[in-house]
């Protein structure tokens, strides 16, 4: 069939269960099952498509991106629209399954033909039911549903429907059927070839048979002669194979169709679900302009953390973002300050960004990236196996082999767990060597020493973010942009600990 996709302009063939294998570090990381959550509305197969597209199809495409915003344009005006297209495509999913009962695992030509052709009669049918709601949406504007609703116009018409239906009614067979075969060296019956013209059951066809001069021979097996009849099930069956694999691909076709627009339709319905519940919660979201030049870019303003969003009932505080032309973003600041809540909000509404989807913010402009890894601190190894700066340099090693050109390391108070010395050395010597090969950093980090050598030395390259004392209830959780400071906040522990 036609590969037109939703997903990409060029009906490319992709991998649905294709996902980087540091997808479930980025879920843990950014927390990121809340949002999954959320967009699947309770659906296992949204869950499933949702998952599988945001983690593995994301692309760093500009025309890929406007693609699939633009389709989700579409299905914003028209909800009912990709609802539809879903649960038609579902429910031909789930009817085919339920069709397995009567023939699992069987292995007669004859049993896999009867039913291939009566699943070939569900599937036209409800492909005509996709088909029609190009007719009842005509006024869609994305290239992409336009390209799938002409692609079902033109290769499934109504003349050609009338073809498959009637060809599918020959192959059931219903009046026996008529073969020729070659008779090999043992005398057993070989290469077969199905006749064009079939029996029938019209009146004038018998009669002119009869009055024909061809001669004919023929022979009945009676029903007590099993051994004849087992021998006749299986010429019916080697007959009946060649077309009976013929029709296992091309119901695999079309079922590997439905399962893509299934797939497809419910990324974009768990994407209507994440507007509705954020709207639903007075946030705000937009669709992201994508940049697709050399220098990184990363502007918004009134961003927040989507998955912190949908978790928690208290109001967020929303933060601007200015990083043009800045290729490390770094923070500073004091303790349960927002640091950590900015930093996953970047992380999260990048993979947003970079899917198609809307993301937390009332605007935001970025350039793409090839990929986002996550680097966060962990408990202690309860197993005692490692300590916990060993772990961390392991997963640091373990990292550094999967960083592509244009990554994006999302760093959260790394190499924390030694000495400021030690600790500032190292994560100076990892950044340094990122940023030498392009490679976007965003770093959260309490390690002074670390931050003065950073903002002296790589100043043209850094963007300097603080996140404000707790002293100043007016800017709690506010990150702006500011120095780092040589103060570790000692009175708001103080604070914290002993006055409340």
């Not at 699992?104 to 599937?123: F, I, P």
């Not at 497809?264 to 679900?273: T, W």
Request: proline share 2%.
């Amino acid at each position: 069939m036609n590969k037109t996709s939703l997903l990409y302009p060029d009906g490319r063939i992709y991998d649905f269960n294709t996902i980087p294998d540091h997808s479930e570090q980025l879920i843990a990381d950014l927390e990121l099952s809340v949002l999954f959550s959320v967009m699947a509305n309770q659906d296992e197969k949204i869950l499933e498509a949702v998952r599988k597209i945001l983690l593995g199809q994301r692309s760093n495409d500009k025309s890929v991106i406007l693609f699939r915003q633009q389709i989700l344009k579409d299905f914003m005006r028209h909800p009912l629209l990709v609802s539809e297209i879903y649960q038609h495509s579902l429910d031909t999913l789930e009817a085919y399954r339920d069709s397995l009962r009567f023939w699992l695992s069987t292995k007669s030509a004859s049993r896999r033909l009867r039913t291939n052709v009566e699943l070939m009669d569900m599937l036209l049918a409800q492909l005509v039911k996709i088909r029609n709601l190009g007719t009842q949406y005509s006024n869609v504007e994305s290239t992409g549903l336009k390209a799938f609703f002409t692609f079902l116009e033109t290769d499934f018409s109504d003349e050609v429907l009338d073809k498959l239906r009637a060809q599918n009614s020959v192959l059931r067979f219903n009046h026996g059927f008529s073969v020729n075969a070659k008779l090999d060296h043992n005398n057993r019956s070989s290469e077969f070839l199905l006749n064009r013209e079939q029996p029938s059951t019209h009146w004038l066809k018998k009669v002119l048979s009869l009055n024909s001069s061809a001669e004919e021979y023929s022979f009945t097996i009676s029903q007590r002669d099993e051994s004849g009849l087992t021998a006749l099930t299986e010429f019916r069956d080697a007959a009946l194979e060649p077309v009976a694999v013929i029709m296992d691909v091309a119901v695999q076709q079309f079922l590997e169709f439905f399962t893509r627009l299934r797939d497809e339709a419910g990324f974009y319905q768990g994407a209507l679900n994440l507007c509705d519940v954020l709207k639903n919660r007075g946030y705000i979201f937009c669709l992201p302009i994508p940049l697709s030049g050399q220098d990184p870019v990363c502007v918004a303003s009134k961003l927040y953390d989507p998955c912190l969003a949908l978790s928690q009932q208290e109001k967020l505080v929303l933060n601007d973002l200015q990083a043009e032309n800045k290729s490390f973003i770094l923070i500073t600041g004091a303790n349960s300050g927002g640091k950590s809540t900015f930093l996953r909000a970047l992380g999260v509404n990048q993979l947003l960004f970079q899917s198609g989807l809307p993301v937390a913010a009332e605007q935001f402009t970025a350039s793409l990236c090839d990929e986002v890894y996550t680097h966060f601190k962990l408990e202690e190894d309860a197993s005692m196996h490692s300590g916990k700066f060993d772990e961390e340099l392991l997963r640091m090693a373990a990292l550094v082999p999967k960083l592509k050109a244009t990554a994006m390391v999302l760093f959260n108070e790394s190499f924390a767990a030694t000495n400021e010395r030690e600790g500032s050395e190292i994560a100076w010597q990892i950044c340094n060597a990122l940023l030498e090969k392009g490679i976007k950093v965003v770093f959260v980090t309490h390690l002074y020493t670390f931050a003065r050598k950073l903002y002296a030395e790589r100043s043209s390259e850094l963007l300097s973010l603080r996140a404000a004392s707790n002293e100043d209830s007016t800017q709690k959780f506010k990150i702006s942009e500011a120095k780092p400071l040589s103060t570790s906040f000692a009175k708001d522990i103080y604070q914290k600990v002993f006055t409340d």
